[in-house]
């Protein structure tokens, strides 16, 4: 489920963010790195939505910080431009 819209779509055709084991928050554009991990879709509006709301916060069950916030939001925008994705904004 997206953390940004709450849309359900199966993983390979969303991107995951992960909590590394050492406390790192970042995109995984593998799918495979150990840790916990979150989905959101490949669409700045759903990123945008999971910022504003602080869902990483609630869905790694830590408080992060709004430097993590924008660095997950750079490397999703850096991933987009290279991969593709909707490049979406409201």
């Not at 700045?44 to 993590?68: H, I, W, Y």
């Given at each position: 489920?997206c953390l940004?819209c709450?849309?359900?779509?199966?993983?390979r055709?969303?991107?995951?963010?992960?909590?590394?084991p050492e406390?790192e928050i970042?995109?995984?554009?593998?799918g495979?790195?150990?840790g916990?991990?979150?989905?959101?879709?490949?669409?700045?509006?759903?990123?945008?939505?999971?910022?504003?709301?602080k869902?990483?916060?609630?869905s790694f069950?830590?408080?992060?910080?709004?430097?993590?916030?924008?660095?997950?939001?750079?490397?999703?925008?850096e991933w987009?431009?290279?991969n593709?994705?909707?490049n979406?904004?409201q």
């Amino acid at each position: 489920m997206c953390l940004g819209c709450g849309l359900r779509q199966p993983k390979r055709e969303m991107l995951r963010i992960v909590r590394t084991p050492e406390g790192e928050i970042k995109i995984d554009p593998t799918g495979r790195m150990n840790g916990r991990g979150c989905y959101i879709c490949k669409n700045r509006n759903c990123m945008a939505a999971a910022v504003r709301q602080k869902k990483l916060s609630r869905s790694f069950d830590t408080v992060v910080g709004p430097e993590v916030y924008s660095r997950v939001s750079e490397e999703f925008a850096e991933w987009l431009s290279v991969n593709g994705g909707q490049n979406i904004e409201q």
